[in-house]
Nanobody, 122 residues
């Protein structure tokens, strides 16, 4: 049974850091991704990691500030977010794709978590 559960969201000042976790059961052979959705906006791609972690890709807006990783033994994915900006404020979602080499398209994901709120104050 597939289950994705995000945690680690919260409120932080601009320039601060947060680490999101995604407890991912039933998807060890899948690519994992992080997406976000701000109020009134469409859900957008943030980062993806391939099945074994060898391929990672990021949205241009977070490149150099965010790092995606996964620990398959712990069935957990992470999103380390540094130098946060107010425009990073959104609900962040973890997702799993049957495509094993990483996936940047929202439509390419098969399973989604419920999301965790990240708020960055200026």
């Amino acid at each position: 049974q597939v289950q994705l559960v995000e945690s680690g969201g919260g409120t932080v000042q601009a320039g601060g850091s947060l680490r999101l976790s995604c407890a991912a059961s039933g998807v060890s052979s899948y690519s994992l991704g992080w997406f976000r959705q701000a109020p009134g906006k469409e859900r957008e791609f943030v980062a993806t990691i391939s099945r074994y972690g060898g391929v990672r890709d990021y949205a241009n807006s977070v490149k150099g500030r965010f790092t995606i990783s996964r620990d398959n033994a712990k069935k957990t994915a992470y999103l380390q977010m540094n130098r946060l900006k107010p425009e990073d404020t959104a609900v962040y979602y973890c997702a799993a794709s049957r495509v094993t080499g990483g996936m940047t398209m929202t439509s390419g994901y098969d399973y989604w978590g419920q999301g965790t709120q990240v708020t960055v104050s200026s």
